[in-house]
Nanobody
């Protein structure tokens, strides 16, 4: 079992920035990829960014150029730097971890964090 703990959410004005963090613990040997999903009210949970242990990344098109994912393997922590935030980025952001980047992107047996709220005001 992998435990994921997110931090860094909050309220920000449009155009502002936030940095999310997610620390993994437990059976971390079983995971290669870590990343982020988000879920807006009344909508499905969508993949937005992922990174493999080797540094390969994958992004949702709508966040490319604004969001940057990175990880510190020594700390088992993944980060999401979010710039130029828009009101439509408002959602609960969930950290996820999986055996592979493909599994992470496609939601196959993902481990989940509890979620952190990001609210972008106009």
């Amino acid at each position: 079992q992998v435990q994921l703990v997110e931090s860094g959410g909050g309220l920000v004005q449009a155009g502002g920035s936030l940095r999310l963090s997610c620390a993994a613990s437990g059976s971390i040997f079983s995971i290669d990829a870590m990343g982020w999903y988000r879920q807006a009210p009344g909508k499905q949970r969508d993949f937005i960014a992922g990174i493999s242990r080797g540094g390969t990344t994958n992004y949702l098109d709508s966040v490319k150029g604004r969001f940057t994912i990175s990880r510190d393997n020594a700390k088992n922590t993944v980060y999401l730097q979010m710039n130029s935030l828009k009101p439509e980025d408002t959602a609960v952001y969930y950290c996820a971890a999986a055996r592979s980047l493909w599994n992470l992107v496609h939601g196959v047996r993902n481990n989940w964090g509890q979620g952190t709220q990001v609210t972008v005001s106009s």
